[in-house]
């Protein structure tokens, strides 16, 4: 069946969430030690600060879907880590938390220029199991569909979510591509819903799975000529 509509994937896709992830956590982490200059505060790093956010995450994983929530909640946790529980500063640090982590969102250099390409063509959406928000990151009007895990509570790699993703953007699964950097995830959650499957390498890793994804491409930038599109 012919490739009608492409799903992407969001974080270390498009956009490298870790780093903006990290940079906010750092400004969040300045705010904290000038207002609380302890040494336990003086001395936690950002690395700590995102073990406690991941471990959190784990245990609440398929009771607390919104990311938002979480990371709130993370804020608390890390100051009852550090000895100083204090549920209004946590809320004042996920406020400068949040300022950066959507305001300096940077996409990476070739996603305007593939999707530009690609858009009259194809039915373009996304499909993320972040809460990074297109219309903040310049993406505005470029997704016919948009489907978070956080808001139908499913995430890849489920099928499930795969064909939640083919239901809004109105086509069959079989006429879907997907793309996206993870394996496990986007790969082998595409494969098993019968959605085709890009794997964005961007760091040209080896792969050591099992996975075989459809197509691999180290830029988003070959992606129209796998679909028979000029390209670039
Ligand atoms: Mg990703």
Known sequence: MQISTI?????MTLWDFRKVMRHSLKYTLVELQRQVPTQRVLELTVDEMVVIRNQFAGEVKGKIWNLEEIRLRAFEKTLEYVGCADKELAVHLNAIYRKHRFEDVELYPDVISTFDVLAPQFKLGLLSNGNTYPERCGLEGYFAFVVFSQDVQIEKPNRRIFEITAQRAGCELAQMLHVG?????????ARNAGVSSVWLNRESVPNDTEIRPDHEVTLLTEIPTILGLGGK
Not at 7 to 11: A, K, P, R
Not at 181 to 189: C, F, I, M, Y
């Open 181 to 189: 950097d993870s394996l496990e995830n986007d790969v082998a959650g």
């Open 7 to 11: 799903s992407f994937d969001g974080d």
